[in-house]
């Protein structure tokens, strides 16, 4: 039981690259999410998936889109990237997406655009 | 204002003393509140969960609620280097039950 799973672990982009995050978890949770981590900053939702085919967008989600493909995997995707997405990406999932849910980290996925 | 303020710290505590993290909110009407530790190059994980006024004991972890103040703290008894750590105040917005909102974090350090 690998909880979450994240894919890369590292990733360096140039300005204007597209790449795809890769999350995946074995839960079986119905609601996932991705979050930015910058410092000083928290962890901001960048977008969620309540359930299996919905997506719903967070407090920045300028810059970035999502596929919850299956229960299993939610993707985020930067279409052309820019120096203000280096960040460390964190994906996470809960059974319901709802209080008193837990929501379970996945180990992040360090970005750096230059 | 923020919506979630955390001290940043770094607070340091010897071992075997109490650590008192805390946070303030702005939005009354948020329901749920959190605290996730988070190792140094680690993701965060759920530690304490809170959700009526009062206090809620789980070891040597002590979450408090006072919605009336607008604030959460995190009380840990008996602390070891172990516990060294950022610590996240998170909490349930009103109208977005679903998103969490979280602080910036406090840095705890517990000395040896």
């Known amino acids: 039981n690998a909880g979450v799973t994240q894919t890369p672990k590292f990733q360096v982009l140039k300005t204007g690259q597209s790449m795809t995050l890769q999350c995946a978890q074995d839960?079986?949770?119905?609601?996932m999410y991705w979050y930015r981590q910058d410092p000083g900053m928290g962890l901001r939702l960048i977008y969620y998936s309540a359930s299996e085919g919905t997506t719903d967008k967070g407090e920045v989600p300028n810059g970035y889109n999502v596929s919850r493909l299956n229960k299993r995997e939610f993707s985020l995707r930067l279409e052309s990237a820019a120096p203000s997405q280096t960040s460390v990406y964190f994906c996470?999932?809960?059974?319901?997406?709802?209080?008193?849910?837990?929501?379970?980290f996945g180990p992040g996925t360090r970005l750096t655009v230059l | 204002q923020k919506e979630v303020e955390q001290n940043s710290g770094p607070l340091s505590v010897p071992e075997g003393a109490i650590a008192s993290l805390n946070c303030t909110y702005s939005?009354?009407?948020?329901?749920?509140f959190f605290w996730y530790r988070q190792y140094s190059g680690k993701s965060p994980e759920l530690i304490m969960s809170?959700?009526?006024?009062g206090d809620k004991e789980d070891g040597r972890f002590t979450a408090q609620l006072n919605k009336a103040s607008q604030y959460v703290s995190l009380l840990i008894r008996d602390s070891q280097p172990s516990d060294s750590a950022t610590y996240l105040c998170?909490?349930?917005?009103?109208?977005?039950?679903?998103?969490?909102?979280f602080g910036s974090g406090t840095q705890l350090t517990v000395l040896p």
């Open positions: 998170a909490l349930t917005r009103s109208g977005s039950a679903r998103q969490l909102t």
């Open positions: 996470a999932s809960s059974e319901r997406g709802a209080p008193p849910d837990t929501q379970y």
């Open positions: 839960m079986n949770h119905n609601s």
């Open positions: 809170i959700y009526s006024n």
């Open positions: 939005d009354r009407g948020s329901q749920s």
